[in-house]
C-alpha cells in the first residue's frame, strides 16, 4: 500500500499535466485528492503503528548495489506522512486558485506531485540509498519549482543556487551514508538505528558527510541563505517546500539516525552550536526584511535551527519538544505562506510598506493570518507555545542538569530568539493589517479579493493548529508519542499540558512576550543597525563569490591546458610517451636485455642508403622551398626502397616506388599554386622546444629500434608462414600469401581505409561546390553583441 | 546453447558490404541517392543489432565465442572474439547506430547527401572491428579504419571549423597510431606473435622494461584515442565543428574503443600493471574526470560543454578500470563491474544527450551560452525541454536514472577499497558536473526567448520533431530502465567483468599453440 | 651493427618527422607525418633482423620440401605492407584537407580585409569572430554562425512583417527543411 501511494502519485503527476487544468474551476478540488486519499489511509494507520507495529513493504531492486526498495511505516514515518500528505492536499488545493488562469498550472502540479512522492518515499524508505534516492528526487523538484517563473532571472539565480547547495551537499551526504551502510553491513535503515554506531571505525567521517547533507538540505548556517532565494518559487511550492516538508528533510534524517548516531560529543556539540546560531540568526534576520515571504523565510530557518539544536540532546524533553516543534511549525509556517500568497494575489506586492489597513479590506484574512502568526509568537495558548514551552523546557533542564555558563546561554539564546519572534511576528501584523499609513510608499490596493476557495486551505490548517492544544490529550498517545520513540529508540511517553503552574519556564515566555513588544517598539534603529552589516557576511555574496571563482578557475585551467597550438598540444603527447620510454629505459639491463649482434657490420649500399637518408630527411626540415622539401622527401622513400631492395623485401619495395611517386606527384599537383606564405620567424622558446621534443622522439625511435629489433624472448610464429604458405595456400610469394591469406582480413580493413580516404577527398574536393547553401558570410554587427 | 562462430564475423561484414554496395549503386549528392543509402543503412543497422543482441545472449550466460577468421589456428591466423564485455558494446554500439539513424534522418541538411550513410557504416565497422579483435595488428587496422572514418565525417561539409578541428584531430590522432604501431612491433619483435592471447601467454618471458615499455605505449595510445588527460586536446578542438549528429555519433562510439582497448590490455596483458600501476591508473582518471568538467564549465557553446563532459565521464570508467587493480579478488571484480556498468550508462545517456543538445542548437542555430541566442525554449519546445532535463540530469547522476545507479556502484567499490580520494574526487566531479548540467539548462532553457525558431530547424515539422525526439526518449527510456531494473544490468556487468579479468579462460579460448609444423605431407595432395 | 644503423635512421625520421608537425606549417605538416611513418615503417622493417637475406619467395612450389633456411621474416614485411597502404590513404587525405583549408584562407582574404595574420584567439573568449586567415587560430568554431546568418536575418524580416511577432513565436515558421536549405542565398 505504501508503494501503491507513491504509485497513485507518480500516475497523478503524468496525468494532470496533459490535462490543463487551468481550464477547470474545480481543479483544485480533484487535485486535492490523492494527497488527501493518503492522508485518510495514514489517519486508518496510527493505532496500528502506535502500538509498536509497524508496516513493511520490501521488494528487490539491486541486491549487488545494496539497493532495496523496501518502505517501513513507524512512528516517525506515519507522523511526517501525516504532515505532507496533509499539507499536500491543502496546498494541491490551494495551487489551483493561486495559479489561476496560469496555462503552467499542469506543469507545476506535475512537479508538486513528484515532490510528494519524493517526499512521502523520503521518509518511508528504510534503505539508505532509497531514501537518497528520493532526497535527491525532492531536490530536482524543487529546483525545477524555484523556476517556475524561468524568464525571472531572480528565479533563475534562486534555483540554481537551492539546487546547488542541496544538490553538492547531497553527495557529500551520500559518500557518508555509503561509509555507514558498508561499516555496518547493510544499507538498512532498521538494522542500522537497531544499535549505537559511534564506535565504527568511519563513524566521525560518515557522521560529518551525513551532518553536511543534513544541514544543507534544513538550510542550517552557513548554508541558509538558499532558502530566502528559493522564494522566488510560486506562493504553494514556498508553502510547502520550503516551511513544512522539505527543509524538514534534513531534520528528518538526523531524528530518524538518532539512536544511531548520536551517542558522541561530536553530534552534540556540531547539533547544538549550529542548530543554535542558526535559530538566533535566521530570528534577527527577519527582523530586517520588508518581504512578507523574506520574513517568514527566515522565520523559518530560526525554527529549523530550533529543531536541530534539540536533535542535539538525549532527554525525553527534547525529543517531546522536537515532534512538538515540528508539527507546531508545519501549522501555523504553511498557512502563514500561502496568506502571503493570498495577500500578495489580491494587491500584487509582498511589501509590507506599502500596505495600508488591509484588515479592513480583507477581514477574513486578517483573522486567520493573526491565529496563526499567534502560533508563531509562542502567545499562549496556541499551538507555538507549547513548541516554545517544551522547547524552553528541554533547555532548563539541560543548563539544570550540567550547571554550565553554557547551557544557561543557550537559554538566553532561545529567549532572544523567542523575542525576535514576537517582535517581527507583530511588526508583520501591525504593518499589514492595522497601521493606516504605508509609510510613505504608494498604497496597496486590493485588485481582486479572494475567493473562500481560496482561503478554505489556510484556514484548515489553521483551525487545526489552534484547535491541537485543546484537544492534545485525546491524541498524544497516538500522534505524539510514536515519533518521539522513534527518535529516542526507546519509549517515550508524551504528556503535554498547556497550563503547569508558574514555572521557570512559564516566567520565562512571558518575560519573552514583553520584551517582543519593547523590541517591535524599538525596530526601526535596530533595523538599521542590522542594515549596516557589511555585505561579505551575507551568504549570497560568498556564495556568489564562490561561484564565479570556480568559473574563473575553470576557464584558468582549460586555457591552460586546451588553449594552446596544435604544436604544443602534440608536444605534450609525444613529450608523455618519451617519458614512457626513460621510466622503461630505467628498469633496462643494458647488457641482458639488448640482444643486438653487433657483429654483422653493414655493406657499403646499405650506409650509403642510411646516410642518403639521413641527409634527405634533414634538407626537408632545413629547405625553406616547398618544392625542395617534396622532392627530398620523395628522396627519402627511395631510400626507403632500397633498404627493402637490400634486406630482401620485393614487393615492398614495389610498393614502396609506386606510392612515393603517387604522393610526390599528389603533393605538387596540389600546392604548387598554393603561394608561400610568409611568417614571421618562431618565437626562440618555441624553437627550443620544438627542438628538445624532436630530439627526444627521435631518441625514442631508435631506442625502440634497439629494443625490439633484437632477437625475440619467445620463438616468432613467422617460420609457419614461410614453411606453409606453399603446402597450405599454394602461394609462393609468401609475403603474398599472408596478405590475403593468412591474414587477409587485415587487407580487407586496409582496403576500406583507402575505399574512406578516397570518399572523403573526393567529399572535400566538392565541397566548395556547396558553398551555396552551406554558405559562410559574415556574421552582421548586430548579432556580435 | 551454441552458436556458430560464424557470426561473429558478421557486425563487421554486414556494415562493410552494405557500405559498399550502397556506394556502388548510388550517385553522389543526389537526393535519391541519400534516400536508396538511407534506407540499405536502415536495413544493415538493424541486422548488425539483431545480429548483437544474438551474441549478447550468448556471451551472458558465461560463454565466449571465437573464430579463427580463414580457419588459421591461432596465433598464425586472426582471431575474432567475444566476451561479454564485446557483447555489451556491440550491442550498445547498434543501438546508437540505430537511434542514430532516424535522427540523422530528421535533422541532418545537404551533407545527408555527401555519401553520409556509408561512411556511418564503415565507422560502425570499424568500431566493430576493434571490440572484436584478438589481434595486436588487427585491432590497429580497425583503428585504422573507424578513425579514417571519423575524419571524413568530422569534415564532411568542409567547413572552415571543422577543417581547423579536422587537422588537429586528424594529426593528433595520427601521432598515437604511430604509437600504437610501434607499439605492435615491439610486441612483435620482442615475443614473436601478435595474437592477444598468446601474447598474454609469453608476456612474462620479456625482460621487466620490456614490458613497460609495451604497457606504457599501448597505455598512451589507446589513452590517447580514448580521451585521458593529458592527451585529450583533439577532442575539444574538434567535436563541436561537424554538424551535431556526428557529434553525437562520435561521442558515443569513438572514446569508447579505446576505453575498450585499456579495459582489454591491461586485463589480459598486463594484469600485474594493473596492480602495480593502480594509483597510476586512478590519478589519471581523477585528472581527466576534473580537467574535463572544469573544461564544461570554462567552455561557452552548448556542444563544447557537452564535448568536455565526454572527457569527464570517460574519467570514470577508468576509474572503474583502476579499481579493478585491486589485489583482493572480489573486490576487483566489483570495481571491473561497476566500470562496465558505467559504460553502459554512459554510452546511452552521452548519446541522448549530445543528441537533444545538437537539436536545440538547431533550433535557433546556435549553441552559443554567451549571446544568448538560446533562451526561453522550455515554453516553445516543451517536449524538447522534458528530454534535455532527463538526459542533461541523468548525465549529472540524478536518480532514478542509470546515471545514479552507475555512480553508486563506482563510489561504493572506491570506498569499499580505501580508496577514498579518487571517491572525494568523483563525488566533486559529479557536484561540478551538476552546476554545468543546470547551466546548460538554464541558458538554452529557462530565460527569456529572444530570438525567433530557426526556419529550418527539424522540430519544426511534425515529421522532424519524430524523427529526432523519439530516438532520443528511447534511449532516455532505456536509461531510466538500467536505473529502476539495475539488478539485471548489472549481474551482466559482473559476468562481463568476470570474464574479462578471467585471462586463462580468454587465453584457453583461442588456444594459441607453439608448435609450427611443416604441412607438407597432409595437405599438399 | 646493422640494427644500430637502422636505429639510427628511424631515429633520424622520427625526429625530422616531429620537428616538421611542429612547426605548424601546413604542408610541412604533412611532410612531417610522411617522414614519421617512413620511420615507423623501417622500424616494423628492423624487427626482421634488418640482414641481407633471401626474399621470402618460394620459387619452385612443386620441389619446395620445407626448406625455409635464408628466408628472411615475411611477417613485418606484411605488416608494412598493409602500413603503407594505410599511410598512404591518411596521406592523401590529409593533402586534400589542408588544400580545402588553403582555399578556404583565400576566399576568407577575399572576403575580408586581413585583421591579424597570427593572432591567437583564446577559445573560451567572448565569441571571437573568425577574422584573417585560417592560420591565425585553429579552433574557430562558428560555422553555424555563418551558415545561417542569411537565413536569420530573413527570418527575423519576416518577423517584423507580421504585425503579431510575439504570437509568431510559437509557431512554425518556416516551411520544409529541404526547400528552404536549396533556396539560393544570395
Known sequence: MLLTCLALLAIASVAIWPLRPHRYSFAGWLAALPPAFITLWLITQINGVAAGQPLVETYAWAADLGLELSLRLDGLALFFGLIIAGIGAAVALYTAYYLEDDARQGYFYTLLYLFMASMLGLVWADNLLLLFIFWEGTSFTSYLMVGYYYEDDAAQEGARRALLVTGMSGLAMLAGLVLLGQAVGSYSVSQIIAAPRADLPIYEAALILILLGSFAKSAQFPFHFWLPGAMAAPTPASAYLHSATMV???????????????????????????????????????????????????????????????????????????????????????????????????????????????????????????????????????????????????????????????????????????????????????????????????????????????????LLLTLIGTLFPFVVGLVEKLVLSPPATAIAGSAVDVHLALWHGFTPVFMTSLVVIGAGILLFLARNPVRSLLESTPPWLNGVYQFNRLYKGMFALATWTTRQIQGGTLASQ????????????????????????????????PHWPELTTATLAIIAAFVTVRTETRLNAIISIGVVGVTMTLFFVFYAAPDLALTQLLIEVLTVVLLILVFHKVPPVVRPPLPQSVWIRNLVVSCAVGFLGFMLVLISAGAPYAPSISPFFSLNSVPLAHGGNIVNVILVDFRGFDTLGEITVLAIAALGGYALLRASRLRVTLHRGRPDEEEQG | MTLSPNWLAAPIVIPMLTAALSLAFTRWNRRTAAKRQRNLAAIAIGLNLLVALLLLVYTLSGNRLVLQMGGWAAPFGITVIADGLTAILLTLTGLVAAAMLP?????????????????????????????????????????????????????????????????????????????????????????????????????????????????????????????????????????????????????????????????????????????????????????????????????????????????????????????????????????????????????????ALLMVGGATELEVMSGSLLQRRLGGLMGRRPALAVIFFVAAFALAGMPPTSGFVSKLSLLQSALQNGNYVIAGVSLLVGALTLVSMARLWQHGFWGKATEPIYPTAPLSSVSGRWLTLTPIAALLTLSLTIGLYSAPFFRWSSTAAQQVLDREGYIQAVAPTDEIHFMGGEAHD | MNILMMALVVGVLFATGTYLILRRRPIRLILGLGLLSHGVNLLLFSLGGAERGLPPIVVDKAAFTGDISGFVDPLPQALILTAIVIGFGVTAFTVVLVNRRHALAEEAVADVPVVASRKVVDPFAPMEHYSGGLDADPDDYEWLEYSVSDELSRARQRIHEHAAADAQLDEPTGSGKANNMNEESD
Not at chain 1, 579 to 597: E, F, V
Not at chain 2, 210 to 218: D, K, P, R, S, Y
Request: charged fraction near 10%.
Open chain 1, 248 to 458: 524538514k528533510a534534513g531534520i528528518y534524517l538526523l531524528a530518524r539516525l538518532h539512536p544511531a548516531l548520536s551517542d558522541s560529543a561530536l553530534w552534540f556539540w556540531a547539533l547544538l552550536l549550529v542548530g543554535g546560531i542558526t535559530f538566533l540568526l535566521g530570528a534577527v534576520s527577519a527582523l530586517r526584511y520588508y518581504d512578507l515571504k523574506q520574513i517568514l523565510a527566515y522565520a523559518t530557518v530560526s525554527q529549523l535551527g530550533a529543531l536541530v539544536m534539540l536533535l542535539a540532546f538525549h532527554t525525553t524533553e527534547a525529543y517531546i519538544a522536537v515532534v512538538v516543534g515540528i508539527l507546531a511549525h508545519a501549522l501555523y509556517k504553511g498557512p502563514l505562506f500561502m496568506l502571503a500568497g493570498v495577500v500578495d494575489h489580491a494587491t500584487e506586492t509582498r511589501d509590507v510598506r506599502h500596505f495600508a489597513g488591509l484588515g479592513r479590506m480583507l477581514p477574513a484574512v486578517a483573522v486567520i493570518t493573526t491565529l496563526a502568526a499567534f502560533s508563531m509568537a509562542g502567545f499562549p495558548p496556541f499551538f507555538g507555545f507549547l513548541a516554545k514551552e517544551t522547547l524552553l523546557e528541554t533547555l532548563f533542564h539541560h543548563a539544570a542538569e550540567t550547571g554550565s555558563l553554557l547551557g544557561w546561554g543557550f537559554v538566553g539564546l532561545a529567549a532572544l530568539a523567542g523575542i525576535c519572534f514576537v517582535a517581527y511576528t507583530l511588526y508583520l501584523l501591525y504593518e499589514a493589517f492595522v497601521s493606516r499609513e504605508s509609510s510613505g510608499f504608494e498604497p496597496a490596493v486590493v485588485h481582486h479579493a479572494p475567493s473562500w476557495g481560496f482561503l478554505t486551505a489556510p
Open chain 2, 103 to 351: 535522427f540523422a534522418v530528421g535533422t541532418l541538411d545537404q551533407r545527408e547527401r555527401m555519401s553520409f550513410y556509408p561512411l556511418m557504416l564503415f565507422l560502425l565497422m570499424g568500431v566493430n572491428g576493434a571490440y572484436l579483435a584478438g589481434d595486436l595488428f588487427n585491432l590497429y587496422v580497425f583503428f585504422e579504419v573507424l578513425l579514417m572514418s571519423s575524419f571524413v565525417l568530422l569534415t564532411l561539409g568542409g567547413q572552415a571549423g571543422q577543417i581547423n578541428g579536422g587537422i588537429r584531430y586528424v594529426v593528433l590522432n595520427l601521432v598515437a597510431s604511430v604509437l600504437f604501431l610501434a607499439a605492435a612491433g615491439l610486441a612483435y619483435g620482442a615475443l614473436g606473435t601478435l595474437n592477444m592471447a598468446h601474447l598474454a601467454l609469453r608476456i612474462p618471458q620479456a625482460p621487466v622494461a620490456v614490458q613497460t615499455l609495451l604497457a606504457g605505449l599501448l597505455l598512451i595510445a589507446f589513452s590517447s584515442k580514448a580521451a585521458l588527460f593529458p592527451l585529450f586536446f583533439w577532442l575539444p578542438s574538434s567535436y563541436h565543428t561537424p554538424h551535431p549528429v556526428v557529434t553525437a555519433f562520435f561521442g558515443g562510439l569513438l572514446t569508447k574503443v579505446g576505453i575498450y582497448a585499456l579495459f582489454r590490455t591491461f586485463t589480459l596483458l598486463f594484469p600485474l600493471y594493473l596492480v602495480e600501476w593502480q594509483s597510476l591508473l586512478l590519478t589519471i582518471a581523477g585528472l581527466t574526470m576534473l580537467t574535463g568538467v572544469l573544461g564544461a564549465l570554462a567552455a561557452n557553446t552548448m556542444r563544447r560543454v557537452l564535448s568536455f563532459q565526454i572527457i569527464s565521464q570517460v574519467g570514470y570508467m577508468v576509474m572503474g578500470l583502476g579499481l579493478a587493480g585491486s589485489s583482493d579478488a572480489t573486490l576487483a571484480s566489483f570495481g571491473m563491474a561497476a566500470g562496465i556498468f558505467y559504460l553502459i550508462h554512459h554510452m546511452v545517456v552521452e548519446v
Open chain 1, 570 to 601: 602534440a608536444s605534450v603527447v609525444l613529450g608523455v610517451a618519451v617519458l614512457m620510454l626513460l621510466y622503461a629505459l630505467s628498469q633496462l639491463h643494458w647488457a641482458t636485455d639488448l640482444r643486438i649482434d653487433w657483429g654483422n657490420l
